[in-house]
């Protein structure tokens, strides 16, 4: 039963991590009531295309900019021009958590938090602090745009806003959220 699955395996990245790291997300719906004008200060309204990119009928820039290294393996990406279209599936965040598995010991990932930069890290410990720095920062500076833009194929509007901690381990999170989908039969 997949559930039973994700709830040990949740119980067995926290067995011991310290209280303090053990702070649930919390998930709002973005279900749009009657009246209530769309997401977004604006601030994404301006364009980050270039002369070289093209818009296809999604809405989504496509070329114009080099791609970066494993995370535009899937799709090539595209850059989404509105912040509030820039949400992350649970298969993409699977596919981080992936990630975080492959390269965390093999790249030498250090910790982030004050006092602890010389030590190394292990999967079940990185934070959103380390993934940004280790990973998630040199895919997406050459290009300059979000990381949702590397692997989004086109405009991703969420349905769920997710309000979380970023000295979570990201697994935990990861977890959290795939439950959420599961407990809601939202796929992925």
Not at 21 to 37: D, I, Q, V, W
Not at 61 to 72: I, L
Not at 116 to 130: G, I
Not at 141 to 153: G, M, N, P, Q
């Amino acid at each position: 039963h997949k559930q039973f699955g994700l709830r040990a395996q949740a119980a067995a990245v926290c067995a011991d991590l310290p209280p303090r790291l053990l702070h649930r997300p919390t998930f709002h719906s973005l279900a749009k009531p009657a009246g209530l004008a769309d997401m977004g200060c604006g601030a994404s309204a301006q364009s980050t295309t270039d002369a070289q990119s093209t818009t296809d009928a999604q809405g989504c820039t496509q070329g114009g900019s080099e791609g970066g290294g494993e995370a535009d393996m899937q799709s090539g990406g595209c850059t989404i021009d509105k912040t509030e279209e820039r949400g992350i599936t649970v298969r993409q965040l699977l596919r981080v958590a992936r990630i975080i598995r492959q390269r965390c010991v093999k790249d030498g990932w250090t910790s982030t938090a004050p006092g602890a930069c010389s030590t190394l890290l292990d999967p079940e410990r990185v934070t959103l602090y380390d993934l940004a720095k280790w990973f998630i920062r040199k895919e997406t500076e050459s290009r300059k745009c979000s990381y949702v833009e590397l692997v989004a194929s086109g405009p991703q509007r969420p349905k769920w806003f997710v309000s979380h901690w970023w000295g979570e381990p990201v697994l935990l999170f990861v977890l959290c959220v795939e439950q959420h989908s599961v407990d809601r039969g939202l796929g992925e």
